[in-house]
């Protein structure tokens, strides 16, 4: 099992949907959870992060985590076509104090008009 | 700011060749990485370091030497070019602490190795 897997994409939505991207990972004790986003031929910025069970919205951008589940998504609402990127969830394995992280293989979102 | 800044863009290397990536970082951050990302896949850490003249080795390091002299930079060395090192090598960096593990990347360096 992949420390950390997200859903296959690629993922098609049409102009004002909500993209849903989901991420699940096998060590219990993961305490910090990140959303970047990569843009073709560029490197990932950070969008999102959580720490707590629950919902954490940052404009457009919702970040769910289900820690008994095992699971963080990520949902993109009104999703516009500057929203089209790949897009990786990552998890701070372990009890390290420092931010090593583990990422999942990204699922590209495309947004049409 | 600057941020993190890796040279070269790009390099072509033959099958065998040596040769450093450098990166710096302007933001007095502790924590240094290097991952590398193939097509298609998420990023692969090759080295970190925690501080000046303390480093590790992350999930896929074989081929790769690292080295922190100064907080600002972190270059990794290839000593003997394979191609299965055809990649692009991000280099990224973090302070410290609940709230600072945002990893800041820089641009990427593309290798093709021949």
């Known amino acids: 099992q992949k420390e950390v897997e997200q859903n296959s994409g690629p993922l098609s939505v049409p102009e004002g949907a909500i993209a849903s991207l989901n991420c699940t990972y096998s060590?219990?004790?993961?305490?910090?959870f990140f959303w970047y986003r990569q843009y073709s031929g560029k490197s990932p910025e950070l969008i999102m992060s959580i720490y707590s069970n629950g919902d954490k919205e940052d404009g457009r951008f919702t970040a769910q985590l289900n820690k008994a589940s095992q699971y963080v998504s990520l949902l993109i609402r009104d999703s516009q076509p500057s929203d089209s990127a790949t897009y990786l969830c990552?998890?701070?394995?372990?009890?390290?104090?420092?931010?090593?992280?583990?990422f999942g293989q990204g699922t590209i979102l495309t947004v049409h008009p | 700011n600057a941020g993190v800044t890796q040279t070269p863009k790009f390099r072509i290397l033959k099958i065998g060749q040596s040769m450093t990536l450098q990166c710096a970082q302007d933001?007095?951050?502790?924590?240094m990485y290097w991952y590398r990302q193939d097509p298609g896949m998420g990023l692969k850490l090759i080295y970190y370091?925690?501080?000046?003249?303390?480093?590790d080795k992350g999930e896929v390091p074989n081929g790769y030497n690292v080295s922190r002299s100064t907080t600002e930079d972190f270059p990794l060395r290839l000593e003997l070019a394979a191609p299965s090192q055809t990649s692009v090598y991000f280099c990224a960096s973090s302070t410290t602490g609940r709230g600072g593990e945002t990893q800041y990347f820089g641009p990427g360096t593309r290798l093709l190795v021949l």
């Open positions: 990552a998890v701070k394995i372990g009890g390290t104090s420092y931010g090593k992280l583990t």
């Open positions: 933001m007095n951050h502790n924590y």
């Open positions: 370091s925690v501080g000046a003249g303390i480093t």
């Open positions: 060590d219990r004790g993961s305490q910090s």
